[in-house]
């Protein structure tokens, strides 16, 4: 059953047992769950931050695991920076979420950070402390996830809303051995780390500056138990010549739709794994995981009453109401983050096919490429920017290896047979635009030129969901 | 139907293509080459995959899924001239 009574982090990892033994294992330093007992990574500076709204933006991953386990129930905000939020973002940030201290691995804060009352230096070098550890003030958690604008959406959490959907208390015969492909300050990757710490586990962090194999090798000789990814990380590591290296008994697959190929494929590759797909998103929580091998997930789970966790299409969408949906945004833009009735519209469109529900795109068209998302809106405004574009369509385009890439149709403002001798110029310069404006994965793969796009009776360009 | 040595080909110069495209290094192209050792990333080779399906009419990847990942140049190479023939 979830637990909703953990008074903090530290105290549920603590609950969990065998501290000696369950280790956070990064990729140039680790630290037992024993050392935190009597020691900090905070340089002995934790009461400087009690009761503050603490940004934690750490260039590594194991101490941005250890300032948090430190800080719940002790800051009243902890805001998880992820790794590659842009630095112009930062100013707004700091400001919605008042932020008045930043913890960081780095010697100096940043670009964006100006004014910033208290910087606390975090290292996985554990310094000794005096009396142990308390604090019982339950702490706000933002997670960040891109928005409409590109200007990032900040989601407000808590301990228990996060840890909902994990049920805790491992036994020491099977102590588990977390890890992910996921960076742990995405809701995806706080799931495993969280996991890993209220189950009793210990936990491999990726890092950004690791390779596929070397991160693969490293986990397979740390024993990993348990692994998560996108289906785009797991396509990735199946490329491998060091997949094999890791023998989990537990394989997981979240953040993008799950195909019935890439299932198939985990389930040849490690045959002695259970491999399960869950559906998450960082406004809607955890809402179920997918154990049966097949893509999609039976239409029994739609329209349960009473169940931790309630579902219902409308509009095409799924709709989801639980104890583990986030508590609302920071910041007025964004409005409700819950309609009437207290259920989050996931924007993820799906379908019935017989007794099983699919996934089949997100709502208004927003591409999922490997995992990051891009609005089509965003794109296009890029391509309409050149002098001979009358206007374009940003599209999906279903891939094998990263679910979805980018698509452009666009129509030129002269007349196609006049432009038809400076198409491929045209082409170069509408792509040059794109890869100095926008992230890679938002420019398209491909550009087609159309005569014509279809318009709404209201006037909008018609998308499809798919 | 494409000949063995236009695919073989068509996948060089489209992993060349990319890697120019992306401000990828691209590593000395041989059978032997682990893909992810290649200097390219996830997003190169999902370009490469989707221009290959539009000049060579094929998608190897989702044919089926008895079809295993490829992990060298010479897999990947190999997949598109069974798909092709």
């Known amino acids: ?466 | 139907m494409a000949t063995t040595t236009s695919v073989r080909s068509a996948v060089t110069s489209g992993f060349e293509q990319v890697a120019r495209e992306q401000k990828k290094t691209l590593a000395p192209l041989s059978d032997g080459l682990v893909l992810l050792d290649s200097g390219l990333d996830s997003l190169c080779l999902a370009i490469i995959v989707a221009r290959l399906e539009d000049s060579l009419g094929v998608d190897p990847f989702s044919a089926g899924s008895d079809v295993a990942f490829p992990v060298t140049l010479g897999d990947f190479i190999k997949l598109y001239e069974d798909a092709a023939h």
Not at chain 1, 302 to 326: F, H, P, Y
């Open chain 1, 1 to 466: 059953m979830p637990h909703t009574d953990r008074a903090s982090l530290w105290s549920a990892a603590g609950a969990a047992g065998r501290l000696s033994e369950r280790a956070l294992l990064g990729a140039e330093a680790s630290v037992t769950l024993n050392e935190l007992v009597r020691g900090s990574s905070l340089g002995g500076r934790l009461e400087e931050l009690r009761g503050r709204s603490v940004l934690v933006a750490t260039r590594d991953q194991l101490t941005a695991a250890l300032a948090l386990i430190e800080l719940d129930a002790v800051a009243s905000r902890l805001v998880l920076c992820p790794p590659d939020l842009p630095v112009t973002h930062l100013p707004w940030v700091m400001a919605t979420a008042g932020v008045d201290a930043l913890v960081s691995d780095r010697a100096a804060p940043g670009p964006g950070t100006p004014g910033v009352r208290t910087f606390v230096t975090c290292t996985p070098r554990i310094a000794p402390v005096g009396p142990e550890r308390n604090g019982e003030r339950p702490t706000e958690w933002i997670l960040l996830t891109s928005g409409t604008t590109g200007q990032p959406k900040m989601v407000v959490h808590t301990l228990s809303s996060l840890a909902g959907a994990i049920s805790g208390g491992g036994t020491p015969a099977n102590a588990a051995v977390w890890s992910t492909f996921y960076d742990i300050r995405r809701y995806g990757g706080l799931q495993i780390f969280l996991r890993a710490l209220l189950g009793g586990g210990s936990m491999v962090l990726s890092s950004a500056e690791e390779s596929t194999a070397d991160f693969l090798i490293r986990a397979g000789a740390r024993g990993v138990t348990h692994i998560s990814g996108t289906p785009s990380h797991w396509r990735r590591a199946l490329m491998s010549p060091f997949a094999h290296r890791i023998a989990p008994r537990y394989v997981r697959l979240s953040g993008e739709i799950a195909d019935q190929a890439i299932l198939d494929h985990l389930r040849a590759f490690f045959p002695k794994a259970g491999v399960a797909h869950a559906f998450a998103s960082t406004e809607a929580g955890v809402a179920f995981d997918v154990g049966d091998g097949f893509a999609g997930f039976p239409a029994g789970l739609i329209g349960q009453q009473n169940a931790d966790v309630e579902m219902k299409v409308e509009d095409g969408s799924l709709r989801i109401r639980s104890a583990r949906t986030a508590t609302r945004y920071l910041g007025d833009e964004d409005g409700p983050l819950v309609d009437r009735d207290g259920f989050v519209d996931t924007g993820d469109m799906v379908e019935r096919r017989a007794d099983r529900y699919h996934f089949v795109g997100r709502r208004g068209g927003i591409i999922n490429v490997g995992g990051s998302k891009v609005h089509p809106e965003e794109v296009e405004a890029v391509i309409n920017g050149h002098p001979h574009v009358r206007m374009s369509l940003v599209r999906t385009r279903k891939n094998p290896i990263t679910g979805a890439l980018v698509v452009a149709d666009v129509v030129l403002t002269e007349e196609l047979e006049a432009a038809n001798g400076r198409v491929a110029e045209l082409e170069h310069e509408i792509m040059q635009r794109c890869r100095e404006t926008l992230s890679r994965h938002k420019v398209p793969a491909a550009i087609r030129f159309v005569s014509a796009l279809a318009v709404t009776p209201s006037g909008k360009l018609v998308r499809h969901d798919a």
